[in-house]
């Protein structure tokens, strides 16, 4: 599976981005798809996942600012972000992994089995 995010920038605290992420390539309905973002010096942190069983799951630093959507008729994945805080600021991944997943940290856990994209850089910042 082959992804490649868009969509990141520079904003102010308290503003919103939305990332893109465009898949293709061969995938179950069940398999899981998310976000996953790394800071320079910290380890990598899921954020969001979907799957078809489980919906949508969030971490909790995220939850209730930011939204996962996805649009299979459009192999798109979707990271709305809002009320943004500097801690945000990482370089944010696209990936998918060829097993369920309930929450992001499973996301984080099988992507060893997985693929993810280039990335795309938020800053968040004044």
């Known amino acids: 599976v082959q992804l490649v995010e868009s969509g990141g920038g520079l904003v102010q605290p308290g503003g919103s981005l939305r990332l893109s992420c465009v898949y293709s390539g061969s995938m179950d309905s069940d398999d899981c798809l998310g976000w996953f973002r790394q800071a320079p010096g910290k380890e990598r942190e899921g954020v969001a996942s979907?799957?078809?069983?489980?919906?949508?799951n969030y971490a909790d630093s995220v939850r209730g600012r930011f939204t996962l959507s996805k649009d299979s008729a459009k192999s798109t994945l979707s990271l709305e972000m809002n009320s943004l805080r500097p801690e945000d600021t990482a370089m944010y991944y696209c990936?998918?992994?060829?097993?369920?997943?309930?929450?992001?940290?499973?996301?984080?856990?099988?992507?060893?089995?997985?693929?993810w994209g280039q990335g795309t850089q938020v800053t968040v910042s004044s």
């Open positions: 990936a998918h992994i060829p097993l369920s997943c309930y929450t992001p940290k499973e996301l984080l856990a099988g992507l060893d089995f997985g693929s």
């Open positions: 979907i799957h078809s069983n489980y919906g949508t």
